[in-house]
């Protein structure tokens, strides 16, 4: 039976439940832990659709966040890699099975009986407990899933890097985008504005797609190098077969023929937006050009600490609005208007200083 200790949080306990303030428990640090004390959180829109019920049965209550930085505040007697004081982050993942082929490939994304997530997922120390997410006072993880992040860094500002950061930063990776490659973002939110700027900064040529002609200059300022408004015919027809590869941020409804149109031959489109209905692809969307229409989630522990690093050197952080703990509700109902430039961070001592 391992010790715990209880810790204040924000979550709710049905899928038509406001978000409001619980106590909840965590176990307390066991050889291998860190005890994170937690000063910002992200809000993803994965939260939202998890405390909804909107993506499968949630297990309740249901305390959201998994782009979480904080400071340690105590560790384990066998931890090696950080120590009391270290400034460190939390993505979406909290352990694995150790043991299958991706996890030892460093892609525990991918973890063949399933990754731990941060929260909603089943948590190995409690029995019918879910895993807890970030939207609380503390956390404490395995140090083989913490991160480290670049002194650099305003620490508010890279929470989003844990999850919007990452599920950029792994396609663009793994598909080789560089210096002499000429790609496409397809949505200016909380992950295309990290997509541009992570993109530019590994030396391609960005060119941003937008439905809205008001977020042009905002597109220019994150540093894409052409913008395109998606719903001109004209405009889109010019860049028919001119792209190596195209990123896809959008979850709403949207004709992805069209954009893969726009591939070169052995182009790729990786889709990291989570539409709610299937998008149909054409054969022959595919067919002709040698074109790959894939999908990539988030990134293994390894990547995320390539990209923080990648981040650090870069000064890449997210656009963000802060907002205190006790506005999470209005901030989800602004997020569903897509109302926020471009990510919402909780600043986590609003609920410490709650009384």
Not at 12 to 28: G, P
Not at 142 to 154: A, G
């Amino acid at each position: 039976m391992v010790a715990t200790t209880q810790v204040k949080a924000f979550g709710n306990e049905s899928a038509e439940a406001q978000l409001e303030e619980l106590d909840i428990k965590r176990r307390k640090p066991t050889p291998h832990d860190i005890e994170i004390d937690i000063l910002f959180c992200g809000v993803c829109h994965s939260d939202l659709h998890t405390v909804r019920s909107e993506w499968g049965p949630t297990m309740y209550p249901c305390v959201p966040g998994h782009e979480i930085v904080g400071k340690v505040k105590s560790i384990g007697d066998h931890v090696t890699k950080f120590k009391v004081g270290d400034v460190v982050g939390v993505g979406c993942i909290v352990d694995s099975c150790r043991e299958c082929e991706y996890c030892k490939e460093d892609l525990e994304q991918y973890c063949e009986p399933g990754m731990t997530g941060t929260y909603n997922a089943p948590d190995k120390y409690f029995e019918n407990t879910p895993t807890f997410g970030g939207y609380s006072e503390s956390i404490v993880v395995d140090e083989n899933y913490v991160l480290r992040i670049p002194e650099n860094l305003d620490l508010a500002a890279t929470a989003p890097l844990l999850c919007a950061g990452i599920t950029t930063y792994s396609p663009l990776h793994h598909w080789q985008v560089g210096p002499g490659k000429k790609i496409g973002v397809v949505g200016i939110g909380g992950l295309g504005h990290m997509a541009i700027k992570i993109a530019k900064a590994m030396g391609a040529h960005v060119v941003a797609f937008t439905t809205s002609e008001s977020k042009f200059a905002e597109a220019k300022r994150l540093g894409a190098d052409e913008i395109v408004l998606s719903k001109d015919k004209k405009q889109m027809a010019a860049y028919r077969g001119k792209l190596h590869f195209i990123l896809d941020a959008v979850s709403a409804e949207h004709d992805i023929n069209t954009y893969l149109g726009l591939l070169r031959v052995d182009g790729s489109l990786a889709l990291v937006g989570a539409p709610e209905k299937p998008l149909p692809v054409a054969a022959f969307s595919l067919i002709p050009g040698r074109k790959s229409f894939a999908g990539s989630m988030i990134g293994g522990i390894k990547e995320t600490q390539e990209m923080l690093d990648f981040c650090g050197t870069h000064n890449i952080t997210a656009d963000i609005e802060m907002i205190n703990i006790q506005q999470i509700n209005e901030a989800y109902e602004r997020l569903l208007k897509g109302d926020v430039k471009y990510r919402f961070v909780i600043d986590m001592a609003s609920l410490k200083g709650k009384s």
